[in-house]
């Protein structure tokens, strides 16, 4: 394999959504309702029965809701229970019992008889179950190939090479956790930290170590294993880790105590406060992934006849390149190149650090004046988007040593580089609501628009982007911070 198909496969890795346990445990239910309804549609097409469409639909949703409402009370849908089949099979039965009852008094009230015994019915009943046994058969075979596959083992960081490091290292590396979890690296979580290597693993540095490693390693879980009478500490090393996107937790006695601020997760046998989420896992992700490749997608095919007259227009008016790439920071802190439309004359020691503060520049060429004032000149970044490192909606990839005033953007504000847990985006709240790049030279603007970057990321929904999308474009486009 070549360097460059390593690096590629990397990105990729470091971009894509991971299996978790709640993303099966719904693809499970999802099949489960998807069996009963084909059981229930086909008994309907195969044989006579006195229900009408609309009461064949109303005895659907009651079989359907009773059914799930029995598995989960049995607390079935849970990974454990997909590989055993004969406890699969109970759990289907009697939520399917169940189920039969409620269908059988729907259809009582509409008829005014029982009709549990009658023929139609018991092939309805028959067939459901057949299918959801079918289903869950198919459902042990998957689980079991995704769990010889790794998908579901939480790849996972240990920061502090100490006795504490060393007990969640054991937990971790007992024979009942190691299907549960891989331990990819021990860091120190400070000077004091001595230690080589923990359990036969090698420590592979301190928090700049884990900084170079976590570009380049997808982390689903973080354990700060640090004791509580060393708070200020662990803040420290929170702050370290906040724009990796993992889970984040710490080792923690509950005590009878139950914090309201955080989550009590459990980590291989240990209780653990949960203090930061991984953003975008399981079914997240998989909607963010299909949203952004179907809008991507779309667009470019729609505006393909756009981007051609927009590139022949470039070359003609000034010499240079159609696109202009620049370095810009991705998930992870890992970099790439961004796509734009070229909009001023090139200059080969532009770092981009002052940016375009005027729309009087010199440097802008006329056809670049029209494609910034149209915000046409971001719509190359949709190839990034297909490449996987955009989104269409994410916190906007700034010049990486963009200056507000004289002041690093990056260092003004203290909690930047939590913009890194996901994706940039080709547009975002912030620039929805008018923070485009001449707001933020300002720097009380350039501090409002994290905080709406990290408002996004902790209250991400599918309507959430419908709504940026539509304001932006008929608010982000335009405006005086536009050009």
């Given at each position: 394999?070549?360097?460059?198909?390593e690096?590629?496969?990397s990105?990729?890795?470091?971009?894509?959504?991971?299996?978790t346990?709640?993303?099966l445990n719904?693809l499970v239910?999802?099949?489960?309702?998807a069996?009963?309804t084909v059981?229930?549609v086909?008994?309907?097409?195969?044989w006579?029965?006195?229900?009408?469409?609309?009461?064949?639909?109303?005895t659907?949703l009651?079989?359907?809701?009773?059914y799930?409402?029995?598995l989960?009370r049995s607390?079935?849908?849970?990974?454990?229970?997909?590989t055993t089949?004969?406890?699969?099979?109970?759990?289907v039965m009697?939520g399917?019992?169940?189920?039969?009852v409620?269908?059988?008094?729907v259809?009582h009230?509409?008829?005014?008889?029982?009709?549990?015994?009658?023929?139609?019915?018991?092939?309805?009943?028959?067939?459901?179950?057949?299918?959801?046994?079918?289903?869950?058969?198919?459902?042990?075979?998957?689980?079991?190939?995704a769990?010889?596959?790794?998908w579901?083992?939480?790849?996972?960081?240990?920061?502090?090479?100490?006795?504490a490091?060393?007990?969640?290292?054991?937990?971790?590396?007992e024979?009942?956790?190691?299907e549960?979890?891989?331990?990819?690296?021990?860091f120190?979580?400070?000077?004091?930290d001595?230690a080589?290597?923990?359990?036969?693993i090698?420590?592979?540095?301190?928090?700049?170590?884990l900084?170079?490693?976590a570009q380049?390693?997808?982390i689903?879980?973080?354990v700060?294993?640090?004791?509580?009478?060393?708070?200020p500490?662990?803040?420290r090393?929170?702050?370290?880790?906040e724009?990796i996107?993992?889970?984040?937790v710490?080792?923690?006695?509950e005590?009878?105590?139950r914090?309201?601020?955080?989550?009590?997760?459990?980590?291989?046998?240990l209780?653990?406060?949960q203090?930061?989420?991984?953003?975008f896992?399981?079914?997240?992700?998989?909607?963010?992934?299909v949203?952004d490749?179907?809008?991507?997608?779309?667009a470019?095919l729609?505006?393909?006849?756009?981007?051609?007259?927009v590139a022949?227009?470039?070359?003609?008016?000034?010499?240079?390149?159609?696109f202009?790439?620049?370095?810009r920071?991705?998930?992870?802190?890992?970099?790439?190149?961004?796509?734009?439309?070229?909009?001023m004359t090139?200059?080969?020691?532009?770092d981009?650090?002052?940016?375009?503060?005027?729309?009087?520049?010199p440097?802008?060429?006329?056809i670049?004046?029209?494609?910034?004032?149209?915000s046409?000149?971001?719509?190359?970044q949709?190839i990034?988007?297909?490449?996987g490192?955009?989104s269409?909606v994410?916190p906007?990839?700034?010049?990486?040593?963009?200056?507000?005033?004289?002041?690093?953007?990056?260092?003004?504000v203290?909690?930047?580089?939590?913009?890194?847990?996901?994706?940039?985006?080709?547009?975002?709240y912030?620039?929805?609501?008018?923070m485009r790049?001449?707001?933020?030279?300002?720097?009380?603007?350039?501090?409002?628009s994290i905080?709406m970057?990290?408002?996004?990321?902790?209250?991400w929904?599918?309507?959430?982007?419908?709504?940026?999308?539509?304001?932006?474009?008929?608010?982000?486009l335009?405006?005086?911070?536009?050009?």
């Amino acid at each position: 394999m070549t360097l460059h198909t390593e690096e590629h496969l990397s990105s990729f890795r470091l971009s894509t959504f991971r299996w978790t346990h709640g993303l099966l445990n719904r693809l499970v239910r999802a099949s489960d309702v998807a069996a009963i309804t084909v059981a229930a549609v086909a008994s309907a097409l195969l044989w006579p029965q006195p229900l009408e469409w609309n009461q064949l639909v109303v005895t659907l949703l009651a079989m359907t809701w009773s059914y799930l409402a029995m598995l989960n009370r049995s607390r079935a849908y849970r990974v454990e229970n997909y590989t055993t089949l004969v406890r699969q099979s109970a759990q289907v039965m009697a939520g399917l019992a169940v189920a039969a009852v409620a269908g059988g008094l729907v259809v009582h009230a509409c008829l005014g008889r029982i009709v549990l015994h009658e023929h139609w019915m018991v092939s309805w009943l028959v067939m459901t179950a057949l299918l959801l046994l079918l289903n869950r058969q198919v459902q042990h075979v998957l689980v079991r190939m995704a769990q010889q596959r790794h998908w579901l083992r939480r790849r996972t960081v240990v920061i502090g090479a100490h006795a504490a490091g060393e007990a969640v290292l054991r937990q971790m590396l007992e024979p009942g956790q190691t299907e549960a979890y891989e331990v990819v690296g021990v860091f120190r979580s400070g000077p004091e930290d001595t230690a080589t290597a923990l359990c036969g693993i090698p420590v592979a540095g301190g928090m700049e170590t884990l900084a170079v490693f976590a570009q380049d390693t997808t982390i689903d879980l973080i354990v700060i294993a640090e004791s509580w009478d060393k708070a200020p500490r662990i803040f420290r090393l929170i702050e370290a880790v906040e724009w990796i996107a993992a889970d984040v937790v710490i080792p923690f006695e509950e005590s009878g105590v139950r914090p309201s601020f955080a989550r009590i997760a459990p980590v291989a046998g240990l209780s653990t406060l949960q203090v930061m989420y991984r953003p975008f896992k399981g079914s997240q992700g998989i909607v963010k992934a299909v949203e952004d490749y179907i809008v991507a997608g779309l667009a470019l095919l729609a505006l393909s006849p756009v981007l051609a007259l927009v590139a022949l227009a470039i070359r003609l008016d000034s010499p240079g390149p159609v696109f202009f790439r620049q370095p810009r920071t991705g998930i992870g802190q890992k970099p790439f190149s961004i796509f734009k439309f070229r909009t001023m004359t090139v200059d080969p020691t532009d770092d981009g650090s002052v940016g375009t503060n005027s729309r009087h520049n010199p440097r802008i060429t006329r056809i670049g004046g029209v494609l910034r004032r149209l915000s046409i000149d971001e719509i190359p970044q949709l190839i990034n988007v297909i490449r996987g490192e955009m989104s269409i909606v994410g916190p906007r990839p700034y010049v990486a040593n963009m200056l507000v005033g004289q002041e690093r953007f990056s260092d003004m504000v203290r909690r930047y580089a939590v913009r890194h847990r996901i994706k940039p985006g080709l547009t975002g709240y912030a620039q929805a609501n008018g923070m485009r790049s001449n707001a933020l030279r300002d720097p009380d603007n350039a501090r409002k628009s994290i905080e709406m970057d990290l408002y996004y990321i902790t209250h991400w929904s599918l309507w959430l982007d419908l709504r940026i999308m539509v304001r932006t474009i008929f608010v982000g486009l335009a405006g005086r911070n536009v050009f």
